[in-house]
Nanobody, 125 residues
Framework: QVQLVESGGGLVQAGGSLRLSCAAS????????MGWFRQAPGKEREFVAA????????RHADSVKGRFTISRNNAKNTGYLQMNGLVAEDTAVYFC??????????????????WGQGTQVTVSS
């Protein structure tokens, strides 16, 4: 079992920054593929970013590329999503997810095994 707890969400003005954290327990973060997804009201959950087990590979959605950066700190067993240049369209609940059944990054939510409870990010224009 893997438990994931997100934090760092909040209300920010357009152009501002937030850093989301995802604290993992029950499994070493170095043994999982970590992903971030988001879901806006009335929309499907969408891929934001993911990082491979050994940190050799990251992938970011086109909509956030150049603005968001995924990272992880194995010593703290925590993953991060640094979000800069936020725009109103980034408003959503953000979820971190763990994929333990494969070593590959996936953009599909149904290929992740464990999920956090989510943290709200609201960007005011």
């Amino acid at each position: 079992q893997v438990q994931l707890v997100e934090s760092g969400g909040g209300l920010v003005q357009a152009g501002g920054s937030l850093r989301l954290s995802c604290a993992a327990s029950g499994q070493l973060i170095s043994n999982i593929v970590m992903g971030w997804f988001r879901q806006a009201p009335g929309k499907e959950r969408e891929f934001v970013a993911a990082i491979s087990r050994l940190m050799w590979n990251t992938r970011h959605a086109d909509s956030v590329k150049g603005r968001f950066t995924i990272s992880r700190n194995n010593a703290k067993n925590t993953g991060y999503l640094q979000m800069n240049g936020l725009v109103a369209e980034d408003t959503a609940v953000y979820f971190c997810a763990a994929r333990i059944t494969s070593n590959s990054i996936s953009v599909r939510a149904d290929e992740y095994d464990y999920w956090g409870q989510g943290t709200q990010v609201t960007v005011s224009s």
